[in-house]
């Protein structure tokens, strides 16, 4: 795993995960957490914030056996009813993830298996504020068997671990002759966010490419009826954009990517 070492591979083997090893992520580990957080929110200006050894928030999840050993998450929270903010967490916290990814982390995006309150009362949310959404982070369980795993195993992990929407249905608005004409770049991308994950695991977003102009578009799907739709755009994003291999995005749905 050691060759492997850029965010599109991060992408290749990134799963969620939710069962954690007992032992709470050590000093170390926070800090580097802590200061990627740091970075994010003075880019976006949002609250993005690493909560350490709290049970309460997963408490009646890991009873029913669908979580174990969830002691650390990352809370996301940034100014109330502001769609664009919601999209930015989700772009900005998906490169925390990626980067715990490379780093031998296991994470999990939750939006419903979770005690708000517990999390609100944990996590620091001043006035305007709102909390979007939570990310379970720590040592996978019996992490070190885990670790020891090749990157062919855990690519084929990912391949099978999920059902996930085809390429066509992630371009709907797409004849398969324009497919075929658009660039590597977009398909690049669009395979890239076949893999990325999202709050609810409904993959809400799609992808165009408009020849004329050279530019992707990514958009919410109009029959997605989901709270947490622009958290999966921006997270959406950030994966096509790491797998087109360079280029910038327009906040938004429907923001334009421009290839560079």
């Given at each position: 795993m050691m060759l492997h070492d850029k965010l599109i591979d991060a992408i290749a083997i990134r799963t969620a995960v939710r069962r954690y090893d007992?032992?709470?992520?050590?000093?170390?580990?926070?800090?580097?957490?802590?200061?990627?957080l740091d970075a994010a929110n003075t880019?976006?200006?949002?609250?993005l914030q690493l909560i350490r050894n709290e049970r309460q928030?997963?408490?009646?999840?890991?009873?029913?056996?669908?979580?174990?050993?969830?002691?650390?998450?990352?809370?996301?929270?940034?100014?109330?009813?502001?769609?664009?903010?919601?999209?930015?967490a989700g772009f900005y916290a998906e490169r925390v993830v990626l980067t715990a990814t490379q780093q031998g982390m296991g994470t999990c995006w939750v939006a419903g298996s979770i005690d708000r309150e517990q999390v609100e009362r944990h996590c620091s949310i001043e006035r305007g504020e709102e909390l979007y959404v939570v990310i379970a982070i720590g040592l996978p369980e019996q992490?070190?068997?885990?670790?020891?795993?090749?990157?062919?195993?855990?690519?084929?992990?990912?391949?099978t671990h999920r059902s996930s929407k085809s390429f066509e249905?992630?371009?709907?608005?797409?004849?398969?002759?324009?497919?075929?004409?658009?660039p590597a770049w977009f398909a690049a991308g669009v395979e890239a966010a076949r893999k990325?994950?999202?709050?609810?695991?409904?993959q809400p977003v799609r992808f165009s490419y408009r020849a004329e102009d050279d530019t992707a578009a990514a958009y919410i799907d109009a029959g997605a009826q989901d709270n947490h739709a622009y958290n999966d755009l921006g997270i959406a994003k950030l994966h096509f954009q790491i797998g087109a291999g360079s280029g910038t995005w327009a906040w938004g749905d429907g923001g334009l990517f421009l290839h560079r």
């Open positions: 007992p032992d709470p992520i050590d000093d170390d580990t926070a800090r580097r957490l802590d200061m990627a880019l976006s200006g949002l609250h928030a997963f408490a009646t999840a890991m009873s029913s056996g669908r979580f174990a050993n969830v002691t650390t998450y990352l809370a996301l929270v940034g100014p109330r009813g502001d769609n664009e903010s919601k999209e930015q992490h070190e068997d885990y670790a020891r795993r090749s990157y062919e195993e855990f690519t084929e992990r990912q391949r249905e992630f371009t709907p608005g797409m004849s398969d002759e324009t497919r075929a004409a658009a990325a994950p999202s709050a609810r695991n409904l």
